[in-house]
C-alpha cells in the first residue's frame, strides 16, 4: 500500500512540475530542464508501478 502512496505523490510532483512549466516558469531559461526532470519522475512512477504489478516489490 505504501508503495502506491509513493507512485501517487510522484505523479503528483512530476504533474505540478510540468504544470508550472506551462504556466509561471514559461519564461525561465532552464524550462527544458524541468520537464526533463518531470519526464524523469513519471518515468520512475512507472517503473515502480510496473514492478508492483509484476510482483517484484
Known amino acids: 500500500m505504501l508503495l502506491w502512496v ?3 505523490f510522484i505523479v503528483l510532483s512530476a504533474s ?3 504544470a508550472l512549466t506551462f504556466g ?3 519564461t ?4 527544458g530542464l524541468f520537464r ?3 519526464g524523469v519522475q513519471f518515468l520512475a ?3 515502480l508501478a ?3 504489478l509484476m510482483g517484484s516489490a
Open 45 to 47: 512512477a512507472a517503473v
Open 6 to 8: 509513493l507512485v501517487g
Open 36 to 38: 526533463l526532470i518531470a
Open 50 to 52: 510496473g514492478a508492483r
Open 16 to 18: 505540478v512540475v510540468l
Open 24 to 26: 509561471a516558469l514559461r
Open 28 to 31: 525561465s531559461p532552464q524550462v
